[in-house]
């Protein structure tokens, strides 16, 4: 465990993340590649590859003193379990918000994880599926009600499709199918998929214009 971040533990810090996103909370929890921050409202679970400085500063703004429980999603506190696997675990099935770029975040449950991928499903755009690597945090819901006030029985998919392991291999599936890459942010593509080779997708816009996307820059896959 890094005991430089672990010296912050109770303090009051603001994180600067990929995307130069600003977040301020007290650090409640430490593991092995995320750290945990309460903002007063929400528990915040961001993983430290996508942390590019943070400081302890003077808490001046607002009471964002850290909660009395433990974080909710690392069975009672135990930080040498919790990781971002762990966490994504433990959100499995749970109303939750999900962060990865343009200020656009999602809002569902995961269904399903894989190697380094997880399949997301929102009320908005269904089932997805989303490059770990790039998830910037993760809000975990603390209420029983669902997103955008719906009822926290929404209509989730009854059957959980058997999924491949790694985020390529499903891209793959969707050859000839038309999907929507990185919804909701600037790099959004439409297409149709014509072609996966290594890192390189094919994709087919409207009037035969071709996109040529490469994989590791992929947050996001749907099919439309």
């Not at 014509?194 to 820059?217: F, G, M, P, T």
Request: charged share 25%.
């Amino acid at each position: 465990m890094n005991k430089i971040i672990q010296s912050l533990i109770k303090e009051f810090v603001q994180i600067e993340v990929s995307g130069k996103k600003k977040l301020k909370g007290t650090l409640i929890d430490l593991g092995t590649d995320l750290l945990v921050i309460f903002n007063g409202i929400d528990y915040m679970y961001i993983p430290i590859n996508h942390i590019h400085s943070f400081c302890a500063i003077k808490n001046d703004e607002f009471d964002t003193s850290a909660p009395k429980e433990s974080s909710i999603l690392n069975n009672g506190g135990n930080n040498e379990g919790l990781s971002l696997l762990a966490t994504l675990q433990h959100a499995k099935g749970k109303n939750s918000e999900i962060y990865l770029a343009d200020d656009q975040p999602l809002h569902g449950s995961i269904t399903q994880i894989m190697d380094d991928y997880f399949e997301f499903y929102s009320p908005v755009y269904k089932t997805m599926y989303i490059s770990t690597k790039h998830l910037k945090w993760l809000i975990p819901y603390t209420s029983n009600e669902g997103p955008y006030g719906l009822n926290n029985n929404y209509s989730k998919p009854l059957a959980n499709e058997i999924l491949v392991n790694t985020f390529k291999t499903q891209i793959e599936k969707f050859r000839d199918k038309m999907v929507v890459f990185n919804i909701g942010g600037s790099k959004s593509h439409i297409g149709k998929i014509k072609n996966v080779e290594e890192q390189i997708v094919e994709l087919e816009k409207a009037r035969a214009a071709k996109d040529y996307l490469n994989i590791e820059h992929i947050k996001t896959i749907h099919q439309v």
